[in-house]
């Protein structure tokens, strides 16, 4: 897509305990990278995860598992977002071995939206987060 731009790169080991019974990474893990990559995105953007009562969940997830991931293998995660709203943010993930980068093995998505979590209602992106999707 056009309308996206990379925000942030992960790089990770797979771990043992990653795998399942059938010798492959489970697909729950996936997400696990996604959000681990998420998370890194918010801290860069020096960001308290709970600042006075606000801070990011997610409402929808999903992943399209392409190719198997086995254990060892090192992998990058790509994450790149769309243009903000006002409370909100659309994320997608690309999940690539190190060793072939051409390769994407899992792509993923999560939609951002920053909470009052005592009102349970929407708030503004705070303006360093807008600053990483916009650069303004």
Known sequence: MTDK???????MKIRWGDMDAFGHVNNTVYF???????????????VDMVAEGLGPVIVNAHC???????????????????QPGRSSVETTYEIRRVDQPEIIYAEGGAKIVWVNFQQEKSVPLPDSIRRTLTGL
């Open 32 to 46: 696990r990278y996604m959000e681990q990559t998420r998370i890194e995105w918010i801290e860069a953007a020096a």
């Open 5 to 11: 731009i990379l925000i942030h790169t992960s790089c």
């Open 64 to 82: 399209s598992f392409l190719r198997q991931l086995k254990y060892p293998a090192d992998i990058e995660i790509r994450m790149y977002a769309k």
